[in-house]
């Protein structure tokens, strides 16, 4: 059974840091394009950040470019989001994600709609 497994949410002052965790069970992640996304309260998914299967691509989206770092260990079968200088609006369900579409391989894209393995999510809430 393939499955992703967030952990590492939490609470955390603005200007904090967390670092997420999505370990992979089932599968090798080492041959999938993944993705984080994140849902807050009321409002549509957003992707955060992603790299594709061969590695050679990685996206962040606007709001967390500089802050945000993706990365993923093959040999644990993990990936993880390395969130700084924490802001309020950084608060919500973060969920990470895996596809291995052939178009993934070398691209990546911030649509959740594109990867058909997500995780269960991980509150992050960003307040003093």
């Known amino acids: 059974q393939l499955q992703l497994v967030e952990s590492g949410g939490g609470l955390v002052q603005p200007g904090g840091s967390l670092r997420l965790s999505c370990a992979a069970s089932?599968?090798?992640?080492?041959?999938?394009?993944i993705l984080w996304f994140r849902q807050a309260p009321g409002k549509e998914p957003e992707g955060v950040s992603c790299i594709s299967a061969s590695e050679s691509t990685t996206y962040y989206a606007n709001s967390v470019k500089g802050r945000f770092t993706i990365s993923r260990d093959n040999a644990k079968n993990t990936m993880y989001l390395q969130m700084d200088s924490l802001k309020p609006e950084d608060t919500a369900v973060y969920y990470c994600a895996a596809d291995s579409d052939s178009l993934l391989y070398r691209l990546c894209v911030l649509l959740p709609t594109e990867y058909d393995y997500w995780g269960q999510g991980t509150q992050v809430t960003v307040s003093s």
């Open positions: 089932g599968f090798t992640l080492e041959n999938y394009a």
